[in-house]
C-alpha cells in the first residue's frame, strides 16, 4: 500500500470518527431549548389535543418546553406549510391528520409538497369511520341500507365533518362503489353532524368513531359498519365493511407527526422512539381509548409509505366524485 493512499484510508476514518462523535454529541444535548409543535387548527379539536398530549409527555422525558403552537386557516395547509418552512433541525415538527393525504387532490394548489417537503415520524394513533343511522331509519345492516337508498334515489342524505374531510371521503368512496344516490350534506365539524344525525334531520352519516362513539352507546344512533379491516375492541359487535359485503371501505381518522425534510435520521429516530414510548404509557393509552383512538406508532418507512399510497388513492376518489378543487 502506498504512503499516500495509507494517509488517506487514515484520514477518511478520522472523519468518520469524528462524524459519529458529533452525532452522539447532538444526540446527547438534543433538545437544547424549547420545541415548537405545530398544530395546524383551531385549539380544542381532536389534533390539539393531541398536540398538547404529546407536548406534555416530550416536555416530561427530554427535560425541555415542547410547545404547541395553533396555526389555523385553510383547512390546515397554513399550518402545515409553515412546518414544511421551518429548519430542520428537530425544533419543529407538526401534528397532522387524514386531511394531509387528502387535501393535495381537492386543492389546486398546495403551499407545500407532502411527499417531499417532509420527514415522516410516525402515525401515533388512528380511528376508523363509522357508519351510523338514526334508530328509526328502517335497516340494521348494510344491505339493508343500500337496498332503502336504492329504492328511493335521493331522499336521502348522509351528514358529514365537512366538504373534503376524511369522513366525507369515506362517504364519497362508498357512494361511488355502490352506485347510491346519496346527498351529502356537509357540517363544520363533527359536532353538528351528529347533531343532525340525532334529530333525523340527515338520517345518516359518516363520521370518525371517536365522535359517533358516545351516541351509539346510548343508543342515539345505530352504527351498521365501520371502515377498518378489523372489528374495534371498542365495538365488537359492529361489523367491518368487508364483513357486511362491501370491500375496499377501509378509511380512518389518523393523527401523525412529521419534521420538516432534511431531517437527519438521528432526530427521526429519536422522534419516533419518544413517541413510540408515550403511547406505551398506560394513562396515554387510557386517555386515547377515552378519545376513541387506537395506538399505532408505526415505523417512519410505514409512515411515509402509506402518505404515498393515500396521496392518489383520495385524488381519484375526488376526481370520480366530482369535487371541485379549492383555490
Known amino acids: 500500500m502506498t504512503l499516500s493512499r495509507r494517509y488517506f484510508l487514515a484520514f477518511a476514518s478520522a472523519g468518520a470518527l469524528a462524524l459519529a462523535l458529533m452525532r452522539a454529541s447532538l444526540a446527547q444535548s438534543y433538545p437544547a431549548r424549547p420545541v415548537r409543535v405545530i398544530v395546524p387548527y383551531a385549539a380544542g379539536g381532536p389534533n390539539d389535543v393531541m398536540a398538547h398530549l404529546l407536548a406534555a409527555k416530550l416536555s416530561e422525558r427530554c427535560g425541555q418546553p415542547f410547545y404547541v403552537e395553533n396555526l389555523p386557516a385553510g383547512a390546515g395547509n397554513v399550518g402545515t406549510a409553515a412546518a414544511a418552512r421551518a429548519p430542520a433541525d428537530g425544533y419543529a415538527a407538526v401534528v397532522v391528520t387524514s386531511s394531509f393525504w387528502i387535501n393535495p387532490g381537492l386543492y389546486a394548489k398546495l403551499p ?21 343511522v338514526h334508530p328509526s331509519f328502517p335497516a340494521r345492516d348494510v344491505q339493508e341500507f343500500v337496498a332503502v337508498v336504492r329504492q328511493h334515489p335521493g331522499k336521502y342524505a348522509y351528514a358529514s365533518a365537512g366538504t373534503g374531510q376524511s369522513s366525507h371521503l369515506a362517504g364519497e368512496l ?39 362513539a ?73 386517555r386515547l381509548a377515552m378519545l376513541g383512538l ?3 406508532a408505526n415505523t417512519p418507512e ?10 392518489p ?13 379549492i383555490d
Open 214 to 286: 358516545a351516541y351509539i352507546k346510548s343508543g342515539q344512533l345505530r352504527a351498521l359498519a365501520i371502515t377498518s379491516a378489523a372489528r374495534s375492541s371498542a365495538f365488537p359487535d359492529v361489523p367491518t365493511m368487508a364483513e357486511a359485503g362491501f370491500p375496499g371501505q377501509e378509511s380512518e381518522f389518523m393523527q401523525g407527526v412529521l419534521l420538516p425534510a432534511g431531517a437527519s435520521r438521528d432526530l427521526v429516530d429519536r422522534w419516533h422512539r419518544e413517541i413510540s414510548r408515550i403511547v406505551a404509557l398506560p394513562d396515554v393509552r387510557e
Open 112 to 132: 407545500y409538497d407532502p411527499i417531499r417537503d417532509f420527514a415522516p415520524v410516525t402515525i401515533v394513533a388512528a380511528a376508523p369511520h363509522v357508519l351510523v
Open 302 to 311: 410505514a409512515f411515509s409509505a402509506r402518505i404515498k399510497s393515500e396521496v
Open 174 to 212: 362508498f357512494r361511488l362503489s355502490t352506485g347510491i344516490d346519496l346527498v351529502h350534506v356537509p357540517f363544520n365539524g363533527a359536532a353538528p353532524a351528529m347533531t343532525s344525525a340525532i334529530g333525523g334531520h340527515t338520517p345518516a352519516a359518516f363520521i370518525s368513531l371517536p365522535a359517533a
Open 313 to 325: 388513492r383520495w385524488a381519484k376518489v375526488i376526481q370520480l366524485a366530482n369535487l371541485k378543487a
Open 294 to 296: 387506537d395506538a399505532v
